[in-house]
């Protein structure tokens, strides 16, 4: 969808390029690591300095006690450090759960490494599921559970009560659970975010992966991290020597040196900022006569797009681009089972310009079979 909105200069609301500011901070320190000699090959685990950093975070903000000597391990972006536990924990025929939506990656990285996924179907508008539900999905080689919070595409945060669900059912059937929580500071309507290593009997048997990539807006600086329990980390470390050999050493520095000189009024900012660019996408998609499923999380939202002409939501998402100059995501590339023909993924992680000339476009456009004027009214969280 990238390629086709190049095609007709339209605006890309479909890939999570997240070209909004990088934070001052953060260049600066990056430049200072180019400048004091930070340009050679790390260990194969990351700098130090930026380790520790990421320990004190993990700490400070997601409850959660690792060493950073031996418990992480700094990658190539979020994608990057799931490859390598996927390399290093994971046999050939070996399933995984997924909770659908998912994100395209993580499927693909399955298969990359021969594993088998499974599929546990969320429910809107909260994308809920049940323990039986869950525990239908276990097969005879299952391995490991998938948890995305706060999610792409669906944007759902998950609650204690269903990682508590979460936990019993790993613990009992001895499973792994990898997390992708690249998302944790976009958060709304007073949410919390609670990583799955902090909860009771889950510390022991998380790989918790994250990274910067969002939270700074450095997409294309890669830096990404896992961490855990010592064995495993061990043997994701050598598989990530081999794959990546290390991540850019000095945006690892300037990465390590913002976490220490950004406030917690940076996140809270964030949050405010994000919160402000959702609800008017929302509004603009509901004047537009297609629905959103509001996200708890995250910067992306599906939208019901039933109204829009197309069989599929490829036909869809083409439909809206070819009337409105908007590219959007289908929604079909989040599920397994042809579902999601209804649904398409927009970003919001856009300049104030960019996403003020989108919304123009969405209600101003020519989506007249979409459109209802009932709908028009201002989007209320």
């Not at 950093?53 to 418990?71: C, F, W």
């Not at 999610?151 to 759902?156: C, F, L, Q, T, Y």
């Not at 829009?308 to 397994?336: R, Y």
Request: glycine share 8%; aromatic share 10%.
């Amino acid at each position: 969808m990238s390629v086709e909105c190049e095609k007709v200069g339209g605006i890309n609301l479909a890939q999570g390029v997240c070209d909004t500011e990088v934070p001052a901070a953060v260049r600066e320190e990056a430049h200072r690591g180019i400048e004091n000699g930070t340009n050679s090959y790390t260990r194969f685990d990351g700098l130090e300095v930026l380790r520790e950093a990421i320990a004190q975070k993990l700490q400070r903000y997601n409850g959660i006690t690792v060493e950073p000597e031996t418990d992480v391990v700094v990658s190539a972006g979020a994608t990057g450090a799931l490859y390598c536990a996927c390399l290093a924990l994971l046999d050939p025929g070996d399933e995984v759960i997924l909770f659908e939506p998912y994100y395209g990656y993580h499927v693909n990285t399955l298969l990359a490494v021969d594993a088998v996924p499974r599929y546990v179907t969320l429910r809107p508008p909260d994308w809920s599921f049940t323990a039986d539900e869950l525990e239908r999905a276990l097969g005879p080689r299952t391995k490991a559970i998938v948890v995305n919070t706060p999610g792409n595409p669906s944007g759902k945060v998950f609650s204690r009560a269903e990682l508590e669900l979460i936990a019993e059912i790993a613990v009992r059937y001895d499973i792994f659970v990898l997390t992708d929580e690249i998302y944790e500071h976009f958060l709304y309507d007073d949410r919390f975010h609670l990583s799955p290593a902090s909860i009771d009997g889950l510390k022991e048997r998380t790989i918790t992966i994250s990274g910067f990539s969002k939270t700074f807006s450095i997409t294309g600086w890669r830096i990404g991290y896992a961490a855990g329990p010592t064995p495993w980390l061990r043997r994701i470390g050598y598989v990530n020597d081999l794959v990546y050999v290390c991540a850019p050493s000095p945006l690892q520095y300037g990465v390590a040196l913002s976490l220490s000189k950004l406030e917690h009024s940076f996140y809270e900012g964030l949050c405010a900022e994000y919160a402000a660019k959702r609800d008017q996408i929302c509004s603009a998609l509901l004047k537009a006569g297609l629905r959103p499923h509001v996200p708890q999380g995250a910067y992306y939202v599906l939208a019901d797009v039933s109204p829009v002409p197309g069989k599929t939501s490829k036909e869809k998402a083409m439909s809206i681009l070819g009337q409105t100059g908007v590219a959007c995501v289908p929604g079909d590339a989040f599920f397994h089972n042809g579902g999601g023909n209804n649904l398409v993924r927009f970003c919001f992680a856009k300049t104030s310009h960019e996403l003020d000339e989108a919304c123009r476009r969405l209600t101003q456009g020519s989506l007249d079979s979409a459109r209802k004027p009932e709908a028009a009214s201002a989007f209320k969280t």
